[in-house]
């Protein structure tokens, strides 16, 4: 295979990432919104919108801040390319800063309850289509791996065997997607508990993959990109405990009053 894959469409050159992430994002919202007819919780008009509007700004700029700030460096250089800065992206950037609109946004209508479950499925969908893409363009874009020695290295452009970072991702996606799947099939858990969980598990992905691709070290040794995941990690492992605790706390509660013939 010659990297980077391109299609020709209306007689013009496509890269295959772009491609495939636009293919991603829609085939995603088309799920979505499939998922979101079938589903037994129905949000009003103003907060779906919010919810909507605040995901979609939050993963926006999220996603190109971050994208540049892997390398701020050049992003703060005197070479500063507002085309540059707007082809940089990443998905870590984009799901952390879709959760804070998705969480302004629900303060501003007044929405207490979780609206994440919904879409951890056509999220992933979309990242493992978008993922091809990236595998598709090799090293023409920054989504590759380290040169190894390792089984799986491959040729994506030049000399090196390198990590196929995106194919390692679009397995892991596979798999927690079945996982996820078995959580939500069982009804155990509280309303939010399979996005919380698809969080954790990608963001501790995203922070071990990224030793196995080029990347500028800022502290510790650890990139941008790192150091976003340790402090998304670090956000949702307060909010499952502290949610536990309350949990704990209102069942301790209504035991108590039921003893007492409350």
Request: glycine share 10%.
């Amino acid at each position: 295979m010659d990297f980077p894959v391109t299609f020709h469409i209306l007689g013009k050159t496509i890269l295959a990432h772009p491609l495939f992430e636009a293919l991603g994002m829609f085939i995603g919202m088309r799920y979505y919104f499939y998922l979101k007819r079938k589903s037994a919780e129905k949000l009003s008009f103003n907060t779906s919108a919010a919810v909507l509007i605040g995901a979609t700004a939050g993963a926006l700029i999220g996603s190109k801040l971050i994208g540049n700030l892997e390398n701020p460096f050049v992003l703060f250089s005197e070479k500063f390319s507002f085309a540059r800065f707007w082809s940089n992206n990443t998905i870590v950037g984009g799901l952390a800063f879709g959760l804070i609109g998705v969480e302004l946004a629900k303060k501003i209508v007044g929405h207490r309850q979780s609206t994440g479950d919904l879409i951890v499925f056509p999220l992933m969908l979309a990242m493992i289509i978008g993922r091809i893409g990236c595998f598709l363009t090799g090293i023409y874009e920054e989504t590759y791996g380290i040169p190894t020695r390792f089984i799986f290295g491959m040729h994506l452009g030049d000399q090196y065997l390198r990590h196929p970072v995106a194919l390692y991702e679009i397995g892991f996606l596979i798999v927690l997607w079945v996982f996820l799947k078995k959580i939500q099939n069982s009804r155990k858990y509280r309303s939010g508990f399979v996005f919380q969980i698809f969080m954790i598990a990608y963001f501790m992905f995203r922070f071990c993959l990224d030793f196995i691709k080029p990347r500028v070290e800022l502290f510790w040794g650890l990139g941008t990109i790192q150091l976003v995941c340790l402090c998304v990690i670090a956000y949702y492992i307060f909010i499952m405990r502290n949610t536990k605790s309350v949990s704990s706390h209102q069942i301790s509660t209504y035991e108590n009053s039921d003893a007492s013939g409350g």
